[in-house]
């Protein structure tokens, strides 16, 4: 997503910045966020960006709307920077719907790596890669899932 990354950012920033004045999860997600918190924190990682809001996108909010009508099931999910310093994740709802509760979770928590640490994207890394998560990412993470985070959490404690 990082590409479109930038240019959404900027949009988003005219369009965000006023209706969130409050850090919004969205409940279904939440349960995300506690258990990535978790992880990290297993593994001696304590410190996270703060995040502003994880939820998924409404018809209001038009800049991220607008991706998920062009491309119904064509992104994942989008961590948005904003030059106030507000960070903002989007799950795309319809991409997260259609996947089993390994790719729901893997879904949310490759936003929440951007978000939270400013990870990059890392080619190959099948939790960090820029692609969309497969089923067969889902089904190797339900198998390997503790080699797949300590992997990506190890890059971060460095
Ligand atoms: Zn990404």
New binding site residues.
């Given amino acids: 997503?990082?590409n479109f990354l930038k240019s959404i950012c900027f949009i988003g920033a005219i369009i965000f910045q006023c209706n969130l004045s409050a850090q919004v999860f969205d409940p279904i997600l939440s349960g995300y966020v506690e258990s990535f918190q978790y992880e990290a924190r297993i593994r001696g990682i304590n410190h996270f960006n703060f995040l502003k809001c994880v939820k998924f996108p409404t018809y209001t909010e038009d800049s991220v709307f607008e991706i998920s009508k062009q491309k119904p099931a064509g992104w994942?999910?989008?961590?948005i920077f904003y030059e106030s310093g507000d960070i903002l994740v989007f799950i795309n709802r319809i991409a997260f719907d259609n996947s089993d509760e390994f790719g729901k979770e893997m879904i949310v928590y490759?936003?929440l790596f951007?978000a939270y640490f400013n990870y990059p994207?890392v080619p190959g890394c099948l939790m960090?890669k820029?692609e969309k998560i497969t089923s067969a990412d889902a089904a190797f993470y339900r198998n390997n899932k503790k080699k797949v985070l300590d992997q990506v959490f190890n890059r971060i404690r460095k």
């Fill in positions: 997503m990082c994942d999910g989008v961590a490759h936003e951007h994207h960090m820029e």
